[in-house]
């Protein structure tokens, strides 16, 4: 904290207030003052929406706002000059995960999205788009609409993030090309340096397959710029596959919590060879539908966890099971039925469970299904909001570690985070969302942001379930900003990226490998450096 700039202002560690002001002003004179806020009201869209921990933990110091690639390398040159890290943002909803607060406090958010939002291209021929990074899960599908596209899109729950910022923190849909990294067609990426590099075909001058073959010729350096700082993307592509003749999405009711290990083991080999199961399905627990759906209050009004009955009633009233899972099939409608015909005759021998299409749900129960056909086929929605109406004043946090696609372990992590949960007094409410060959398990904490003790609590589970995880061998896919704080340096593989994080806002000059830093002359492969476009 600094006072020396007239206002209590958090400022980068080690940088002191006139130095501060000085990076200021080369920032101002660089882009253009109005797009260099550092007021404290300007700067609180920037904080944590569901801190666990004071704000002034995670603050940043400024918000830039570049309005091209060459106004994101001017920032990087002058925040190398003045030791100012930086910390990149396209739309900053990573809300559950510390929106758009910096990991480092102090640091200068860079706000990619509010300026560079343009769709630059979308192949219809080859089914992709390259866009910028403030383009949302619902500008494109307005893109695609608009231009009478017969492509769709792969949205996560909540359409209005960026599909940039999504897929730099390896983020999910659940169309069969939900997972985002997977797909994504090649970047262009400032460098710590200041230079513009293009991934994959796209260093090669002139190409016309920069989005058709991500990997290039020799290392693909992709994934650096992911959950990382190792660059600031500009630019994106990401594949689009074609609207199918049709579609069905289903859901199947399992009643009691042990069903889990025999869904998940039913589940993997029709998974795995992506028939009949296409999508990327889900399976949510009933606290986690029946928040979506209703006030907790409805169910029970004590302090939690939620008691047995009162589980037993959201599932009656609701027609739901413990355990429900969601898919999509698409194609002709023959092979829908022959897809669904198999995906009911498999799960059919777990006792009790019930099958359902989105024709025939609709009601309260069944607005889940709604929503999940909705997003299933590219439609982005904001309904899954809803949830922060579950309890008053509602944030969470998630605590997301990846779970083995075989029952047993399944179950394991199931029965670990609930208990810990009910021993907190949190209601466990989760889904396991079913990549290939892995499941990520996503936990919401939710608290009431307004009492300290319900934070406490909640930093707390999470901190504890991080180190009891990784102790197990298990670790998260993605974390809020908060768990960096010690818990990670429990398991070795996260150990180094808590470090590397650091090191990297800290430092925007960290240095890079040298075939990164190849020259643009010296052949394809090599040609990492790029000019804008
Ligand atoms: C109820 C609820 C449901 C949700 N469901 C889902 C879901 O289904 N799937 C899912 O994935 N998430 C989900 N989320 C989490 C989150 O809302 C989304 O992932 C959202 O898309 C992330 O925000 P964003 O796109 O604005 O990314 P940002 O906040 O802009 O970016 C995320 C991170 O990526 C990095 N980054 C961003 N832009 C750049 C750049 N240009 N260069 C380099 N690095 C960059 C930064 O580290 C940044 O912190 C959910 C959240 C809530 C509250």
Not at 198 to 221: E, H, I, K
Not at 299 to 318: N, R, V
Not at 417 to 435: P, Q
Not at 459 to 470: G, N, P, S, V, Y
Request: aromatic share 10%; charged share 20%; net charge negative.
């Amino acid at each position: 904290m600094d006072t020396t700039l007239g206002k209590t202002q958090s400022l980068p560690p080690d940088v002191e207030g006139t130095a501060f002001a000085r990076a200021l002003a080369a920032f101002r004179e660089a882009i253009g003052a109005e797009w260099v806020l550092s007021e404290p009201e300007e700067l609180a869209p920037f904080h944590d929406p569901y801190p666990v921990r004071g704000q002034e933990h995670f603050a940043p110091s400024a918000v830039l706002r570049p309005g091209t690639v060459e106004d994101v390398q001017a920032i990087v040159r002058i925040a190398n000059e003045t030791r100012v890290p930086l910390s990149p943002v396209s739309t900053g909803k990573n809300n559950g995960y510390g929106g758009a607060s910096p990991r480092l406090c102090g640091a200068v958010v860079v706000d990619m999205g509010n300026r560079m939002n343009r769709v630059l291209e979308v192949n219809e021929k080859f089914g992709y788009a390259l866009v910028e990074p403030g383009v949302t899960y619902f500008d494109l599908y307005d893109h695609l609409q608009k231009s009478n596209s017969a492509l769709m899109l792969d949205c996560p729950d909540l359409g209005w993030g960026s599909i940039v910022g999504n897929t730099m923190d390896r983020g999910v849909g659940y169309s069969p090309y939900g997972d985002h990294f997977l797909w994504q067609t090649g970047m262009e990426v400032v460098l710590p340096t200041g230079d513009v590099m293009r991934t994959g075909m796209g260093a090669v001058p002139g190409s016309n397959t920069w989005q058709l073959f991500p990997y290039g010729f020799g290392p693909y350096p992709d994934g650096l710029f992911t959950q990382s700082n190792f660059g600031i993307v500009t630019k994106m592509g990401i594949a689009l596959m074609q609207r199918p003749p049709a579609s069905m999405t289903y859901l199947i009711t399992f009643d009691r919590e042990e069903d889990l290990e025999a869904i998940v083991d039913i589940m993997l080999p029709l998974r795995i060879n992506m028939a009949p199961i296409q999508n990327v399905p889900v399976i949510r627990n009933i606290v986690l539908d029946a928040g979506t759906v209703s006030k907790r209050s409805e169910w029970y009004d004590g302090p939690g966890p939620l008691p047995p009955s009162a589980i037993e009633k959201m599932k009656k009233t609701l027609g739901l099971g413990y355990w429900n899972f969601y898919g999509t099939l698409y194609g002709p409608p023959p092979m829908i039925d022959m897809f669904w015909t198999m995906i009911k005759d498999a799960f059919g021998t777990i006792e009790g469970a019930k099958f359902f299409t989105h024709e025939e749900r609709k009601d309260r129960g069944g607005e889940i299904l709604q929503d999940r056909h909705k997003i299933n086929n590219g439609i982005p929605s904001l309904d899954e909001m809803r949830l922060m109406e579950y309890i008053p004043n509602a944030g969470h946090v998630c605590f997301s570690p990846i779970s083995a696609p075989d029952g047993k372990d399944a179950l394991r992590q199931f029965e670990m985070v609930k208990a810990r949960a009910d021993e907190y007094s949190k209601d466990y409410a989760a889904d396991f969302i079913i990549g290939l060959r892995e499941m990520h398990h996503i936990c919401l904490f939710l608290f009431d942001t307004k009492d300290e003790k319900s934070k406490e609590e909640t930093f707390d589970l999470t901190r504890l379930l991080i180190a009891e995880a990784a102790a197990e061998g298990y670790g998260e896919y993605r974390t809020t900003t908060r768990s960096w704080m010690t818990s990670w340096r429990r398991s070795a593989g996260a150990a180094v990226r808590c470090e590397s994080s650091t090191r990297r806002s800290r430092t925007p000059s960290i240095q890079i490998p040298s075939w990164l830093r190849a020259s643009p002359a010296s052949g394809a492969g090599a040609s990492a450096i790029a000019a804008c476009k």
